[in-house]
């Protein structure tokens, strides 16, 4: 089983719309291979997602996150994590503060955009209902390229 950890700040706007957005796009044969969860660097444990990234889910892919509670990133969590895909370069230098990624499993998810943009994914947490539907839109991209990176790493084992 491979275990994907999706990270943001508060576990409550990117990771669980990435969250969302990856266990969709995971074909069946993939879905009982790999496990994907979400966890926040500053997390306040148990908080739900915001209604924005509820709604934006739900009406623009049939996604329903409002069972999502936050959690906490930890060093179990990075230590167990094949893979570790962080929203902003912060994100990634706060994990291998906190504990030992893996060798090669940390990545910010803007290095898999079909640009070639490896930015950092702006956090929406505040802003209107479009800069979410934008966010969601730019994870989506991301996680194509994600996806398609992890087909050709299993077709090479």
């Not at 990270?7 to 719309?17: A, D, F």
């Not at 179990?76 to 912060?90: F, K, N």
């Not at 990624?101 to 479009?130: K, M, T, V, W």
Request: proline share 4%; hydrophobic share 35%.
């Amino acid at each position: 089983m491979i275990d994907i950890l999706i990270v943001c700040t508060g576990n409550i706007c990117r990771s669980p719309m990435a969250e969302g957005l990856l266990k969709q796009m995971l074909s069946p044969e993939l879905q009982h291979k790999i496990h994907v969860h979400s966890a926040g660097t500053h997390a306040l444990r148990g908080n739900p997602p915001t209604a924005h990234a509820v709604d934006v889910l739900l009406s623009s892919y049939g996604i329903d996150i409002s069972g999502h509670k936050a959690e906490r990133i930890s060093t179990d969590l990075i230590s167990s994590a094949d893979l570790i895909l962080t929203m902003e370069q912060a994100h990634s230098m706060t994990l291998e503060q906190i504990g030992k990624p893996r060798q090669h499993a940390l990545h910010c998810l803007g290095e898999f955009h079909s640009n070639g943009d490896s930015g950092d994914i702006s956090d929406p947490y505040g802003e209107p209902l479009a800069v979410y539907r934008s966010c969601a839109e730019i994870i989506r991209e991301c996680l194509d390229g994600m996806v398609k990176y992890l087909l050709q790493e299993d077709a090479n084992r």
